[in-house]
Structure formats: structure tokens, C-alpha cells
DNA sequence: GCGACAG
DNA sequence: ATCTTGTCGC
């Protein structure tokens, strides 16, 4: 057989982790998600050293979004900043919004922000049509795709990318961090603002900040390699919830859960993300994302002609 | 059968 | 995720 064949998109076999078929069975999906945690890396290879990417000073969002300065600063140089950081590592953010037309046509505004030395060099953006719907566990086959165009219209290379959901805390060790992580074959991180699976080790309720616990995997977890013993001990570490802010005197912000995408070990992700955050909840990373999908979102028209 | 679940 | 102003607290 030669040609088109009915269905079937050349591109899409070679990433099968991302068709957002409606017809692929559920368990299909996750058939094709065991495959490709199979495929992960859980560990510090070509990791990178929180050190060399931490960020102190947070960007300010009020006077202008992040895209303010978007694309790359023809010759323009930060006031003093005498500091040489083009050898530093290229952190990627991305984040969505997202777009609910009356005809029901879903579609994903993505961001991708780079950062470099603490400084915002790039930001990008794609409009993305959803064809299926959400369905917890089976997040990338609904947004992995959005947030590879955002990538995709990015110019930097990311030594590191952040995003926003599960990694290695997922029901089959495969979140969208890791589908992203391994298609691009790139170290990633997961961030996510709730925890979809896994016991963490002690209550996260009223921690202070910079507190961490270890997130292991419980029944609802397939682990690859190790045995799941009866104690839960020494069941999988896959990820950690960490504190990244709270407030002297009243505590009530939650953690965050952190885990590993792609080539990069549970205590290395919280140690970089904890270096990332600067004085907000979030990433660095992922909060100027956020910022600018949404501020892509706001400059989209709502009754533009659409595809 | 019941529960439980990123964005 | 999204629909949304003010508001309580540091």
C-alpha cells in the first residue's frame, strides 16, 4: 500500500503518545503510556545543578506582561547587568489557557517562556484546536500537543523544561512531563497544584516554607521496576510535595507536588524547583507561562474566523 | 460495587 | 482549566 492511508498520519506514528484520536481506546492510551514510561529516565542523567539555575529576584508582572520583551533583545542589555549568563542554562516555562467558543470548540492558547540567567530572553505562543477531552491520567493525549506547537515557536533550546501537571506521579509513571520530556528528549519537570496519585511520606497541611516530603507510589501506582512490597516504606519515591511559600503567621497555602519528567531524579526536580521559585508560589518558569498565555489569550479575538 | 483522580 | 469583585490579612 502506498499513499494516504485513512487515518493514519505518518508524523503521528512516529509520536503515537500524542494523537489526540478520539477514536483510540482508553486503553490504548494507556497501553501507549506504559510504553513510554518504559522509555523514561528517571535519574540524573546530563542533569542539571539547581545552582546554576536558581533565581532570586522575581520578574515583575505588573508593569507589563512577560511578551513585553518578546522574541530576543536586539542589543539591548539589562541595566548593569554586567553579569556574562549566555553559557548559563536555557529554563523553558509552559502553561496554557484556554478558549471555550459557544460552538463548543475547544482550543489551547500555550506559552512557552525562556529563561536564562534569571532573565526572560524569549516568549512564544500557539493557538491549538482540542479534540478530546480531559480525562485525569490521560492529560498529554489532550494538551501534550499544545504545548509542543508553544515549543515548537520557541527559537531557544531548552536545557531544562518545567511544566505544569504530573511527571513521574501519574498512574502509569507517564504525565504530561514526561511525554514531553522524552518525545523532545529533554530533562523536565512536573509541577503540579494537586496531587493526582501517590502517598506523601507525612500530612501536608501548615507546612512552613521550604519544607518537603517524599511522594511514593500506592496501589493506584504500576511501578516499572521495583517489587511493590507490603510495606510502603521503601515503595517508589516518584515525586515530593514541597512547600514553596507560606506566610509567617497564617499557613494555608498548599504544596505543590513536584516529580520527575524525563533524565532527571525526584530529589534533583524539587531542588530545581525550589531554586526556580522566587517569592511566589510557582516557578518562575511556569508563573511567567502562565502570565503569557493568558495575556495571548486576552489579544486573541473571539469571533475571528477559525479553522 | 465504591472510591478517586494533574489541567 | 474556566465563569469572576471585592475583600480579608500580612
Redesign the pocket.
Known amino acids: 500500500m502506498s499513499g494516504e492511508v485513512p487515518g493514519v498520519d505518518p508524523d503521528a506514528v512516529a509520536r503515537p503518545e500524542f494523537l489526540p484520536d478520539p477514536a483510540l481506546s482508553r486503553a490504548e492510551m494507556e497501553s501507549l503510556q506504559r510504553e513510554l514510561a518504559a522509555t523514561a529516565t528517571f535519574a540524573d542523567a546530563h542533569a542539571l545543578d539547581p545552582a546554576a539555575v536558581a533565581i532570586d529576584e522575581p520578574a515583575d508582572l505588573t508593569d507589563g506582561p512577560p511578551d513585553a520583551r518578546q522574541g530576543s533583545l536586539p542589543g539591548t542589555h539589562a541595566e548593569g547587568d554586567d553579569t556574562d549568563d549566555c553559557d548559563a542554562p536555557v529554563v523553558v516555562g509552559v502553561?496554557?489557557?484556554?478558549l471555550?467558543p459557544d460552538d463548543g470548540e475547544d482550543e489551547a492558547v500555550s506559552a512557552a517562556v525562556a529563561i536564562r540567567g534569571g532573565d526572560v530572553i524569549e516568549c512564544a505562543s500557539a493557538v491549538t484546536p482540542l479534540r478530546v477531552p480531559?480525562v485525569?491520567?490521560?492529560?498529554?493525549f489532550r494538551?501534550g500537543e499544545p504545548m509542543l506547537a508553544a515549543l515548537d515557536a520557541l527559537d531557544a533550546d531548552p536545557d531544562l523544561l518545567v511544566c505544569?501537571?504530573?511527571?513521574r506521579i501519574?498512574?502509569r509513571e507517564a504525565?504530561?512531563?514526561t511525554h514531553v520530556g522524552v518525545l523532545l528528549d529533554v530533562p523536565s519537570v512536573?509541577v503540579?497544584?494537586?496531587?493526582?496519585?501517590g502517598e506523601p511520606d507525612e500530612p501536608t497541611d501548615e507546612r512552613p516554607e521550604g519544607w518537603r516530603t517524599p511522594v511514593r507510589a500506592d496501589g493506584?501506582v504500576e511501578t516499572a521496576g521495583t517489587r511493590s512490597t507490603a510495606d510502603a516504606d521503601d515503595a517508589t519515591v516518584i515525586g515530593h510535595a514541597f512547600q514553596s511559600r507560606q506566610?509567617?503567621?497564617?499557613r494555608r497555602v498548599n504544596p505543590l507536588y513536584v516529580s520527575p519528567g524525563h533524565r532527571v531524579s525526584a530529589e534533583t526536580a524539587v531542588g530545581l524547583v525550589d531554586a526556580l521559585c522566587a517569592r511566589y508560589k510557582l516557578p518562575e518558569p511556569t508563573r511567567l507561562a502562565d502570565a503569557h498565555?493568558?495575556d495571548a489569550?486576552r489579544g486573541i479575538d473571539p469571533k475571528r474566523e477559525r479553522d
Open positions: 502553561d496554557q489557557a484556554f471555550t480531559y485525569p491520567g490521560l492529560l498529554a494538551e505544569d501537571g504530573s511527571g501519574h498512574f504525565g504530561i512531563a512536573g503540579a497544584k494537586n496531587l493526582l496519585c493506584s506566610y509567617p503567621n497564617s498565555a493568558d489569550k
